[in-house]
């Protein structure tokens, strides 16, 4: 992602707490590589860990890692202290020093008495850094196991990046609305790498605010907006609340951007259906994950169907297995595996849990798949989303489609609990509707109607939040823990 050819322009490239230029982006990066390197040749993959800051700093540390020949290492500011330590004790990173971090600031002027051994920002040799070589460490979300450092090259971001700009039209003309968090691909990637990459401007929000966004869409200056679903539900909310004047002006000026994205979890189709009567807009539906970039998309221009996340991208090999491995037709459905250049390199440190993740050299995603009328619609994942109850392997993610439309239910979870007469029991976690009250018998009538038996939930906890992660995907096995933790068995909750 380098900005080399964009240094001597002076384009806007990110809003942060001001406008900073292609050009400031260049030198700062620049001015960081150099320190970085401190007289020596190449960094040669040291590993540099950085707090992922939504900010004009983070993408000069970024840039800077990479040109001086590291690997970044973008660490989640929002996490407990532990968690962040285990990712540099795990990726074995040495911090970036604050007086580095202030070498961003494009009215950096070197101090000829600075106290302690100065921060060398000679003009730069900077290394020629090969696509073969590390680039980033970005930690997956542990929403099933301890996190795992997923390794990618230089030339897998490459085209993650280029599949993503051919693929959803991005021009020197956009503008991007960034409120997602940096260390996690669908801000890093899909947000920042891509808008930078087009030459386009990226405006960078500190932290997910309603009613900011809402101000930045009603503008008129946003051309591309990309959240996450827990993010556009807060929309939906905050703009019921407004006054008939204000839902008037934001859903005005939300209308005349180009495109809006959802991804890093499931889309309810009750939320699409509502941010499109707000909007005008059907949410952009895609497939990725860490290790793979994104996989599959529904189509800028054409029909983007509710639930479904489109077709493979160009250059992204995607194909179909069932319990052998064996390829299937896309209608029977099996677990999807993708091949292609945007495939990471390897989980850091972790050889045998990456030759475990690859079939023949296709990667085996976890994820259970259909294909109708041509577009791959997502069933969940095989180790926590497919649930052998009686018999039978039922979609967690169908039963919670089904179960957002009972009138008290605000949000549910559905998750396999072990149990020794069925196997798994299907077990729903729900956060209710204000002043609402859900029994399970009242729910196991309501979804009798709605649902095959081999569905119809057996065990009911009603809880105030769902417990989820940074990007708003909800853990699983957190759930799960809920029902062991209470011996939720068949209970009545109210």
């Known amino acids: 992602m380098s900005t080399s050819d964009l240094a001597s322009e002076r384009r806007v490239a990110i809003v942060s707490n001001r406008l900073f230029t292609y050009s400031d982006l260049h030198q700062a990066s620049e001015r960081v590589a150099t320190a970085l390197l401190d007289g020596r040749r190449d960094l040669e993959e040291a590993r540099l860990a950085f707090p992922a800051s939504p900010s004009f700093a983070y993408a000069a540390i970024q840039s800077g890692i990479w040109r001086a020949g590291g690997v970044a290492v973008p660490l989640a500011v929002g996490h407990p202290p532990a968690e962040v330590e285990y990712v540099i004790r795990d990726s074995g990173a040495r911090l970036i020093a604050d007086e580095v971090v202030r070498l961003t600031d494009p009215a950096y002027a070197p101090r000829r008495e600075a106290p302690g051994r100065p921060v060398n920002v000679d003009p730069p040799h900077l290394p020629t850094v090969g696509g073969a070589r590390r680039a980033m460490i970005v930690y997956t979300s542990g929403t099933t196991g301890r996190p795992k450092g997923v390794v990618t090259t230089h030339a897998n971001i490459r085209a993650q990046i280029d599949t993503l700009r051919s693929a959803w039209e991005w021009t020197t003309d956009d503008r991007l609305l ?238 396999g609990v072990a149990d020794p007469e069925w196997g798994e029991r299907v077990s729903a976690a729900v956060e209710l509707r204000e002043g609402r009250r859900l029994s399970l018998d009242a729910l196991q009538r309501w979804a009798k109607a709605e649902l095959a038996p081999s569905k119809v939930p057996r065990a009911l906890e009603v809880v105030g939040a769902l417990p989820r992660n940074a990007v708003g995907k909800v853990v699983k096995p957190a759930v799960v823990a809920l029902f062991e933790r209470t011996d939720a068995d068949f209970k009545v909750a109210e």
């Open 178 to 415: 960034l409120a997602l968090p940096l260390h996690h691909v669908h801000g890093i990637i899909n947000g920042l790498g891509c808008a930078l990459r087009a030459g386009a401007v990226c405006e960078l929000l500190p932290r997910f605010d309603a009613e900011v966004v809402w101000d930045r869409l009603a503008s008129g200056d946003i051309t591309i907006f990309t959240a996450v679903p827990t993010m556009y539900r807060r929309l939906v909310a905050s703009w019921e609340a407004a006054a008939p004047e204000e839902q008037q002006r934001r859903s005005s000026g939300a209308k005349r951007l180009r495109l809006m994205m959802s991804g890093s979890a499931a889309l309810p189709v009750q939320l699409l259906e509502r941010w499109r009567e707000i909007t005008g807009h059907t949410l952009l539906e895609r497939y990725g994950m860490t290790e793979i970039g994104m996989a599959l998309s529904n189509p800028i221009r054409g029909e983007r169907r509710a639930g479904f996340v489109g077709v493979p991208l160009p250059g992204v090999e995607v194909r179909l297995v069932d319990d052998t491995g064996t390829p299937v037709a896309g209608s029977t459905g099996g677990e999807i595996q993708v091949r292609g250049p945007s495939v990471f390199l390897e989980y850091w440190q972790r050889p045998a849990e990456t030759r475990a993740a690859f079939a023949d050299g296709w990667f085996r995603t976890g994820d259970m798949a259909v294909v109708e009328r041509g577009a791959y619609r997502i069933l969940g994942r095989t180790s926590v989303d497919i649930i052998k109850t009686g018999g039978y392997k039922v979609s967690a993610l169908e039963i919670e489609e089904v179960l957002r439309r009972h009138p008290s239910i605000a949000e549910c979870a559905v998750v």
